[in-house]
């Protein structure tokens, strides 16, 4: 059986796309699954330093696409997880080299031999977009609790429901529970409301976000982190785990909103 | 501190806000009413409108108002006088 190809988008940049990628890749990787994260941000690549594999770059993308290495030459085995891989995106070249109907080919190829193809999405509605969920069958859209990226986030859904992505899931990501008790932030409930898909976690702000990054290992390898829970438990609904969706982990809201997630 | 004073003062609260605004905006996002668009559809009002009554042409407000289980397309538009039979219509 084919496994599932899920892109990570957002429209806006900088929400955490490349963040979610690295960690729920990782999580499902933990649970035993095969997994490849391919980075299609041509140009901005950023997943193989978030995931601390970038000096063991030989090939990229691109040179799949176009013939000049086979898939296995270019993706690289992350350090701790021997059924976890990354392909990197060519950092030098266009968001043009590639066609959509290409990347289309190449997830479905990579679908039939790993149970998860997780797609990093770059910011924008442009043609890098058009590219990356081409080939996906599931998307998960990034926002932040701020109007400018809900406003993208609900540009980017009408998009996908456009192309006949129908299968979409939210990620709230940055969520300050102290600003939004303060009633100074937008909660949960209000940005599911808007957006009107169902939610599939939410990650609170978190400097271990920063220091993770900083050292190259995804946030989940760390037990302590509410941020790296949250995304624990984003990625064991992903895994068709049934996790409800209050208690203090960073997700904790409205009960009636559980019947929104259709896992 | 100034956010309490604030809100003591009757003042909203920002997310709240937030919310409200979004709301709008992303109707009118995902129905492509852009001000040309929606500028376009005053005047065509405003030129059926006056073939049966005269119209203060100022006066013409387009809004969407959204309910719990619609949207609706609200329009209020000050009437000088209404005409005895209909004008013939203008240029199709
Ligand atoms: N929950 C969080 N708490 C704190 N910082 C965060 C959180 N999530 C992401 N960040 C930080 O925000 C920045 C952007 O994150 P990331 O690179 O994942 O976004 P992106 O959507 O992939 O960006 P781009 O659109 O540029 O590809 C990073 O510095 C990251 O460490
Ligand atoms: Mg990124």
Redesign the interface.
């Given at each position: 059986m084919a496994g599932k190809t899920i892109v990570v988008t957002s429209g806006k940049g900088g929400v955490g796309k490349t963040t979610t990628v690295a960690n729920i890749g990782t999580v499902l990787a933990k649970k035993k699954h095969s997994v490849v994260m391919l980075d299609a941000d041509i140009g901005l690549r950023n997943l193989d330093v978030v995931m601390g594999l970038e000096n063991r770059i030989v090939y990229n993308l691109v040179d799949i696409i176009e013939g000049k290495c086979r898939k296995e030459q270019a993706m690289l085995r992350d350090r701790k997880l021997n059924n976890l891989f990354i392909i990197p995106a060519a950092q030098t070249r266009e968001k043009d080299a590639v066609q959509p109907e290409q990347m289309k080919e190449l997830c479905r190829q990579l679908a039939e031999e790993f149970d998860f193809v997780i797609i990093d999405c770059p910011a924008g509605i442009e043609r890098g977009f058009k590219n990356a969920v081409a080939g996906a069958e599931i998307a998960i859209v990034v926002t932040t609790p701020e109007?400018s990226a809900?406003?993208d986030a609900?540009?980017v859904i009408?998009l996908l429901e456009a192309s006949l992505l129908k299968d979409i899931h939210l990620i709230v990501n940055r969520l300050n529970y102290r600003?939004?008790k303060?009633?100074?932030?937008?909660?949960t409930e209000?940005i599911v409301?808007?957006?009107s898909v169902p939610l599939l976690g939410v990650v609170p702000e978190s400097e271990d976000v920063v220091i993770s990054t900083n050292r190259g290992v995804p946030l989940v390898h760390d037990r302590g982190s509410k941020a790296g829970i949250a995304f624990q438990r984003i990625a064991a609904r992903l895994n068709g785990e049934s996790i409800p969706f209050d208690n203090g982990y960073g997700d904790g809201f409205l009960e009636r909103f559980k019947r929104l997630f259709r896992g | 501190m100034l956010?309490a004073i604030r809100?003591f003062f009757g003042e909203k609260?920002?997310?709240?806000v937030?919310?409200k605004?979004?709301?709008v905006?992303?109707m009118h996002?995902?129905m492509d009413l852009t001000p040309d668009v929606l500028e376009c559809l005053k005047n065509d009002i405003l030129s059926v409108l006056s073939r049966y009554m005269e119209i203060d042409q100022q006066s013409i407000r387009v809004d969407l108002e959204k309910g719990k289980e619609y949207t609706a397309l609200v329009s209020n538009v000050h009437i000088k006088r209404v005409y005895r039979r209909a004008l013939p219509a203008q240029n199709a």
């Open positions: 109007v809900i406003r609900d540009r009408g600003m939004v303060k009633g100074d932030m937008m909660s209000d409301n808007l957006l | 956010n809100r609260a920002s997310g709240k937030a919310a605004r979004m709301q905006v992303l996002d995902r």
